[in-house]
């Protein structure tokens, strides 16, 4: 690319200025990665803490529930009058631009749809455990969502950012050097020139 720019003080003015607007976008893309990094990693943690959450929730219920087998026999007919939580909402948040949902699950109170008359408190007890895992699950899919979403952030980033440092920057800079080059060598043929205009002058 150097060699294809006429090599005019104007030109090298250009260039120099967007060799100075790449290195500021590189900052730029720099530092939008370092911030995607530190989110997506404080969200990964948090996933992995939700994550022992419900596998501790899970295990409680479970163990509820097969007390309430051992005790009540099949609970399928109970579980069944338990109506389907339609009450997931979906918002986003911006993070440099980068779009983030946000899932939240409307609180309600736990209400009993069955009747106390044939089941007991084990069945209730595994009840809420699944209504609390169904909370954290919520709460776990907005996390991972999230982390999928600044993966690929992070490589698209990082590809612009390779772009404008392995690529972009590197060709201004060859660019600069051409013109400024062949500027000085310009200036050294104008010099040389004077000289002898100057020196036959004074032969003259």
């Known amino acids: 690319m150097a060699t294809q720019v006429f090599p005019t003080k104007n030109n090298l003015i250009n260039t120099q200025k967007s060799l100075a607007l790449a290195r500021l976008g590189y900052d730029l893309m720099d530092r939008k990665r370092s911030i995607l990094v530190r989110e997506m990693m404080q969200?990964?943690?948090?996933?992995?803490?939700?994550q022992g959450q419900i596998a501790a929730t899970f295990a409680d219920a479970y163990a509820a529930l097969q007390r309430a087998h051992i005790t009540?026999?099949?609970?399928r007919g109970s579980a069944m009058t338990i109506p389907v939580d339609n009450g997931i909402e979906m918002d986003f948040r911006s993070v440099m631009g980068v779009e983030l949902p946000t899932v939240?699950?409307?609180p309600r109170p736990v209400e009993i749809y069955y009747g106390l008359d044939a089941t007991n408190s084990q069945l209730d007890e595994a009840y809420v455990k699944f209504d609390e895992v169904k909370r954290?699950?919520?709460?776990?899919?907005?996390?991972?969502?999230?982390?999928?979403?600044?993966?690929?952030?992070?490589?698209?980033?990082?590809?612009?950012?390779?772009?404008l440092d392995n690529v972009i920057i590197p060709r201004f800079k060859s660019t600069v050097k051409y013109i400024t080059d062949a500027l000085e060598e310009k200036d050294r043929e104008d010099f040389s020139r004077l000289k002898v205009i100057k020196r036959n002058k004074e032969n003259e």
């Not at 969200?43 to 939700?50: D, G, L, Q, S």
């Not at 776990?140 to 612009?160: F, G, N």
């Open 43 to 50: 969200m990964i943690e948090r996933a992995n803490v939700i």
């Open 104 to 106: 939240t699950l409307a």
């Open 72 to 75: 009540l026999g099949v609970c």
């Open 136 to 163: 954290q699950t919520v709460e776990l899919a907005e996390v991972e969502s999230c982390v999928y979403r600044l993966a690929d952030a992070i490589k698209k980033t990082q590809k612009r950012t390779n772009a």
